[in-house]
């Protein structure tokens, strides 16, 4: 069996940085426009796998493994952020019965 | 070149000589502490005592010291600053003229202490007095033991604050508070000075210990009446001037009356305003170095005892009376310091804390009798309801006047006798000082113990003579009074001059600069006995006058509100020095403290600090609209906040 690096080079690094960007930008427009919680939720998780994407591909093309133990981190720290996140999401749609951000304006001035 | 004799170090004696100043500082502590809560006899008892324990232990001393040999000695406790060539520590020199000073401050001190506890008895802040008092003693002792001018300084400033605290010491009338605060302003001006002379000394001599300093002054033949010994001495007089009321720093004297009458005898009669003395004598090496200062102190001294006696003779307030004498007589002891009879200043010193504290205390009496009247207008033949306080003060007034055998008698005349040799003018305004002191003092006991009685008719009801724990310090005090001038018989008559051969050691190194003003008076016997006759002739004349005026022809002073001629108005209205001061500089400092008030203060610094409030504030206000509650908005910010910081990176950075 072919060590993983290799299986990630045969496809070159400038479809990973294409893919990556697409996604990124994907999961921006989406933090941006939507207004259910849990949508803009999956875009941030998205954002972040873009870039794990993209650390993993560096890795394997620069035979460093420090890129590979940053992706581990990552997916750690998106773990307990959803963890924590669904959980006030969970809060908000108790309160408010919808989990429509535009909704959640009370805290200003 | 002066042969050196340093005192000798004696340190079994440490716990003994800590022990007089520490037991008024444990009294005040305990007294200060317990106000109100201790019972009355029990705080009387610890503010006497304490001071009494001070005073047997100073006797003590006292007689080691002679036994001794009359060696001085210093013993030292700690190590108090040091730093670099300053070494100040924390030690005690006993010779001929701490013992003197020991003697007399805790010795007066103790029978005022006695007193008050009548005098005060009605008082609700009987505890505080008391505190107040101890802590008195335990400055003035500091200042009298201390072995440098730091050690002096320090109690110079307690008795200050105790000066003070007492003065205001019914803080409830603010005429008072106001009196209390203008000693302590005048006594500042003088402080600085004082210390300004310290900073000279130690720069000089590199050193503040008096054995020190006077060893290196005697060495430095060069220094005899060079500008710096005039301006060290100079500025150590106006310390003096401030604390022993000399013009122009006396005003404050005065009105330090408004204290209560224990407080006046102790501390602005008998002891505090002596400082000014012992420290001149104390330092009498450096002063005979310097002739300009001294002439310039025998003038002040005798422009003192002039103007202040003056304006003893047009006043109606018996407090006031004596506090003008008091600044008379203290003019008296500077004029003998300036011609150079140290001994003879100090002999007066003594006599006059005998005399004046008795005068005063008797003053307390009458005035405890008359329902707190200090007015001589209303007062007149009370030599019957209070006999004991009549002939006690009979007794002082007679010692003040130089009537002989009395206490003053022999200092006074010790003193013009000196002031005589130095210039027969100064002699003769001495006298004229003299006489006016003999005019208004018999005034004020016509005016108060002779004649029919003048006050309301419930004053009258109330007359009483004081308890004995009042009348017993004043016997004992006029006891002194009367023959407390035994203690310097000059030797014309024949007798040892106790005082001045006892105090002779201390002149040492001034002796080997200037030894004719330590001479013995060389004065033929009938010019003595010529001038003694004249100044006692003067005194009886004075007397009479007093007599013919108050007695024969019943004269009362005008009352507040009757026009007086102009001279009698310039003396009963202490020549306007106080409105004078007032205008010249109380109120051009009022209108600079309300400019830099309004100028500086208000517009300036509160105008920044406020400034920096309305700012943030104004700014807050502001931005606080950006906190518009919309995530979506915070979101997009942050996306494009996010996206202009990477840009700026990369294209700035």
């Excluded at chain 2, 055998?405 to 003193?415: C, R, T, V």
């Excluded at chain 2, 910010?637 to 996206?643: A, D, E, H, L, R």
Aim: glycine share 8%.
């Amino acid at each position: 069996m072919n060590q993983i690096p290799e299986v990630i080079r045969t496809v070159p690094l400038e479809y990973y940085l294409y893919f990556s960007s697409a996604l990124f930008v994907i999961g921006i427009i989406g933090v941006l426009t939507r207004r259910n919680a849990i949508v803009i939720f999956m875009c941030v998780e998205l954002m972040l796998n873009a870039v794990n994407i993209l650390l993993a591909a560096f890795s394997a093309y620069r035979s460093d493994p420090t890129g590979q133990v940053f992706v581990f981190f990552i997916m750690a720290v998106a773990a307990a952020e959803v963890c924590v996140g669904l959980a006030i999401i969970v809060m908000i749609y108790r309160n408010l019965r919808s989990t429509d951000v535009q909704l959640l304006n009370h805290l200003k001035w | 070149m002066q042969e050196i004799v340093m005192p000798f170090d004696k340190q079994e004696m440490a716990l003994l000589c800590l022990l007089i100043p520490l037991l008024p500082f444990i009294g005040f502590a305990i007294n200060g502490l317990g106000n109100r809560k201790l019972p009355k006899g029990l705080v009387g008892l610890l503010g006497c005592g304490t001071v009494l324990a001070s005073f047997l232990i100073a006797v003590y001393l006292f007689m080691d010291f002679t036994s001794g040999g009359s060696r001085p000695y210093t013993v030292s406790i700690y190590d108090w600053i040091s730093v670099g060539r300053l070494q100040i520590g924390f030690s005690f020199l006993i010779d001929q003229l701490t013992l003197f000073m020991l003697l007399m401050v805790t010795g007066i001190g103790f029978l005022i202490h006695v007193y008050s506890a009548g005098y005060m008895s009605h008082d609700e802040n009987y505890g505080k007095f008391f505190a107040y008092l101890n802590l008195f003693m335990f400055s003035m002792l500091l200042l009298v033991m201390g072995s440098n001018y730091v050690m002096m300084f320090v109690g110079w400033e307690g008795v200050g604050l105790c000066s003070y605290l007492l003065i205001g010491f019914w803080n409830k009338n603010t005429n008072y508070n106001n009196a209390a605060k203008k000693a302590f302003v005048m006594n500042r001006i003088g402080d600085l000075g004082f210390l300004l002379g310290i900073f000279l000394i130690f720069i000089t001599f590199g050193s503040v210990s008096y054995p020190e300093v006077f060893a290196s002054a005697a060495q430095t033949p060069g220094l005899n009446g060079s500008t710096v010994m005039i301006s060290i001495t100079l500025l150590l007089f106006v310390g003096a001037m401030g604390k022993s009321a000399q013009i122009p720093l006396f005003t404050w004297l005065p009105d330090a009356m408004a204290g209560p009458t224990p407080v006046s005898a102790l501390i602005h009669a008998a002891t505090m305003v002596t400082a000014g003395i012992y420290m001149v004598v104390r330092s009498n090496v450096l002063f005979i170095m310097a002739p300009t200062t001294l002439e310039f102190i025998a003038v002040i001294g005798l422009a003192t005892a002039l103007l202040a006696a003056t304006i003893g003779l047009a006043q109606n307030d018996i407090k006031k009376v004596l506090a003008y004498s008091t600044v008379s007589q203290l003019g008296y002891m500077f004029l003998a310091l300036g011609v150079m009879a140290f001994s003879s200043s100090l002999f007066h010193v003594l006599t006059h804390a005998f005399f004046k504290a008795l005068l005063f205390l008797g003053a307390g009496s009458v005035i405890h009798a008359m329902s707190n009247e200090q007015d001589i207008r209303n007062m007149g033949g009370l030599r019957k309801a209070l006999p004991i306080t009549f002939l006690t003060f009979l007794i002082g007034t007679l010692a003040i006047s130089g009537i002989p055998p009395f206490a003053g008698f022999f200092s006074k005349d010790e003193l013009l006798a000196h002031v005589f040799m130095h210039s027969k003018v100064m002699w003769f305004f001495g006298l004229l000082a003299s006489f006016m002191t003999s005019f208004y003092m018999f005034r004020l006991l016509f005016l108060t113990f002779f004649g029919s009685f003048r006050g309301t008719e419930a004053q009258r009801h109330h007359l009483h003579e004081s308890p004995a724990v009042m009348t017993i310090p004043l016997i004992v005090l006029a006891i002194l009074a009367t023959f407390g001038g035994f203690l310097g018989i000059p030797a014309v008559f024949g007798a040892d001059h106790f005082i001045g051969n006892y105090l002779s050691p201390l002149y040492t190194y001034a002796k080997g600069i200037n030894a004719t003003p330590f001479e013995p008076i060389h004065l033929s016997h009938e010019t003595e006995y010529l001038l003694m006759g004249i100044s006692v002739a003067v005194a009886v004349v004075a007397i009479i006058i007093a007599y013919v005026m108050y007695v024969k022809k019943n004269t009362v002073p005008a009352p507040e509100d009757a026009r007086l001629a102009p001279a009698h108005n310039l003396v009963y209205h202490k020549y306007y020095i106080d409105e004078l001061y007032n205008a010249l500089i109380v109120r051009p400092l009022m209108w600079m403290s309300g400019a830099f008030h309004r100028f500086v203060d208000v517009v300036l610094v509160d105008g920044v600090v406020n400034g920096v409030g309305k700012f943030v504030m104004l700014s807050g206000r502001t931005l606080r609209y950006a906190q518009s509650g919309a995530i979506g908005f915070y979101l997009m910010v942050m996306v494009f906040s996010i996206v202009l910081i990477l840009f700026l990176n990369f294209f700035i950075g």
